[in-house]
């Protein structure tokens, strides 16, 4: 593996890419913003990041052919990271607009319907359930920034992969990891220098695989 | 348990940071992206950028702002000032902000609300409000960096902004903005206590005992100032050392990164 791993940023027009694209740039990687499936090929990584709604963001990933080239990279078990709405899109479906999503990740998108405030924005602490390399230096409890009103719920059959869990009005899940395949609620690329250790041991596990 | 934020803001006006009383007599303080870095690195929890001569013919000054702060602080920025329609919105967002704060164009128009969050999820929707004290515990909106009178009750409006898709409120005090006389805590109550989305506190903080009581007295979810750290009349960690000794949750950040 090349010392600078390459790691392909899907956009399908879902806002700030400048944030992740520096912040990924600044902890050793080279970034491709793509657009299209095939410009997977030649990635060491992907990463889904992304804010806002389920069903306009998975029908800008069928209209640009990305969404079976997404699944067969995960199938794969290629290095993968969801951010926030990239986290949601992996699992069943969404219940914040009836979205069918892409169903890699068994459970469903739910509203934090017990919150005190919604959206849920701002620094909330990120308790891990296990040891991960992809938390490696980070303290345990370390404040990540979240903005979101949904979060990922995984079936019973699938608790395995929580990684992570924060509370607001009720715990959920705020990190999961089965092999290659990573998602977290919160955003790393806005969460200071712990986001920056937890993006680079992502790249550090890039260059390991 | 989710902290309590304190967020400088950084009026922008020709691509220089400034600040004046009551929106007026302008000071040049900086330029945006070094403090930007500055106030990350201090342990600001988000910033603000309020672009307020937002000339259509100078936006270009300000995206090349907003994309070397994305690039420098790797910290939460909200954008606003003149951004009125989805199209300015999704050029703003491009550039590195992760939110857009909508003010008159959002009351000539509230339905500029519902289309900007059907398009980039609410959460990147903050509906700014200039209030001014007009009777006891009433309070009109004005726009237009506060020169214009509305007519609308600034709590019923926050509650329409909420229900048409805001998923953020900047509540400033016009009477307070700029005078150090402390967060209208009144105003602050009156709407966190009829919205469930968060609520920054904007306009009259002198000391850390305001953010104290914005959140305390007000329920303010974050708190807004410009000048007193703009003019180092007090750090960002002085404000959340008092902030957690009455007890509020906030993000300490090692002195040792400042």
Redesign the interface.
């Known amino acids: 593996m090349n010392a600078r791993p390459r790691i392909a940023v899907v956009d399908y027009g879902?806002?700030?890419?400048?944030?992740i694209d520096?912040?990924l740039t600044t902890v050793g990687a080279d970034v491709a913003v793509v657009r299209d499936g095939e410009a997977l090929r030649g990635a060491d990584a992907v990463i889904v990041p992304g804010?806002?709604?389920a069903a306009?963001a998975m029908a800008r990933l069928d209209a640009r052919g990305l969404t079976e080239p997404l699944r067969a990279w995960v199938a794969a078990e290629r290095p993968f990271l969801g951010i926030c709405?990239g986290l949601q899109l992996l699992f069943d479906g969404s219940d914040e607009d009836g979205a069918t999503t892409l169903g890699i990740v068994p459970g469903r998108t739910v509203r934090l319907d017990d919150a005190p405030?919604?959206?849920?924005?701002?620094?909330?602490?990120v308790e891990r359930t296990r040891p991960h390399a992809l938390f490696e230096g980070i303290a345990d409890g370390a404040?990540f920034?979240f903005?979101?009103?949904y979060a990922g719920a995984l079936d019973s059959t699938a608790s395995d992969l929580v990684l992570a869990t924060t509370?607001?009005g009720g715990a959920f899940t705020s990190a999961v990891a089965r092999g290659s395949l990573l998602g977290v609620q919160f955003?790393p690329?806005?969460?200071?220098?712990d986001?920056?250790r937890l993006l680079a041991n992502f790249v550090a596990l890039v260059r390991a695989a | 348990?989710?902290?309590?934020?304190v967020i400088p803001c950084l009026d922008v006006a020709d691509g220089r940071v400034v600040k004046g009383t009551r929106f007026v007599d302008l000071v040049d303080e900086g330029d945006p992206p070094e403090l930007a870095e500055r106030y990350?690195n201090e342990g600001a929890?988000?910033l603000v950028f309020l672009d307020i001569t937002a000339a259509p013919e100078r936006r270009g000054t300000l995206l090349d702002i907003v994309?070397r702060t994305?690039?420098r602080a790797?910290?939460?920025l909200t954008v606003g000032g003149g951004v009125r329609s989805v199209s300015e919105m999704?050029d703003v967002?491009?550039?590195?902000?992760?939110?857009v704060a909508l003010n008159t164009a959002a009351v000539a128009d509230p339905n500029l609300i519902t289309r900007c969050a059907?398009?980039?999820?609410?959460?990147?929707v903050v509906v700014a409000i200039d209030a001014r004290s007009i009777a006891p515990a009433a309070w009109e909106v004005v726009v237009k960096g506060g020169r214009e009178a509305t007519g609308l009750d600034a709590v019923a409006w926050a509650q329409r902004a909420a229900d048409l898709g805001a998923?953020?409120l900047l509540v400033t005090s016009i009477d307070r903005d700029g005078t150090g006389s402390g967060f209208d805590t009144d105003l602050l109550r009156a709407i966190t206590s009829s919205v469930?989305?968060?609520v920054i506190a904007s306009g009259g903080a002198a000391g850390p005992d305001d953010f104290v009581a914005a959140v305390r007295d007000g329920g303010a979810?974050?708190v807004l100032a410009a000048s007193i750290f703009h003019r180092r009349i007090h750090a960002i960690a002085d404000v959340k050392a008092a902030m957690a000794a009455a007890g509020l949750p906030v993000?300490l950040?090692p002195e040792a990164?400042a």
Do not use: C
């Open positions: 879902a806002g700030n890419l400048v944030s520096q912040a804010v806002g709604a306009p709405l405030t919604l959206p849920h924005i701002g620094w909330n602490q404040d920034y903005v979101h009103s509370d607001h955003h690329e806005r969460s200071g220098d986001g920056l | 348990m989710l902290r309590r934020r990350a929890d988000e994309e994305a690039r790797f910290i939460p999704r967002l491009r550039a590195g902000a992760d939110k059907g398009r980039f999820g609410r959460q990147a998923g953020e469930r989305v968060p979810d974050a993000r950040v990164v």
